[in-house]
């Protein structure tokens, strides 16, 4: 259909930091989805972004 595509990512554990405290904490290791849009649905966005001006 052109829409695109959604996938799951593996992110890994990675450093982080309480912005109230600035402990240091670690980020869990997580799996995220992801979207990736058609070439059909980038060509719509395109088109109607350029018609907004």
């Known amino acids: ?5 959604f996938d799951l ?5 990675r450093p982080g930091r309480n912005p109230k405290t600035g402990e ?3 980020i869990s ?3 995220v989805v992801t979207f990736r849009p058609g070439q059909k649905l980038k060509q719509k966005v ?8």
Do not use: V
């Open 24 to 26: 240091e904490i670690p």
């Open 29 to 31: 290791a997580r799996r």
């Open 1 to 5: 259909s052109g829409f695109g595509n």
């Open 46 to 53: 395109e088109a109607y972004a350029g018609t907004q001006s």
């Open 9 to 13: 990512r593996d992110k890994k554990q």
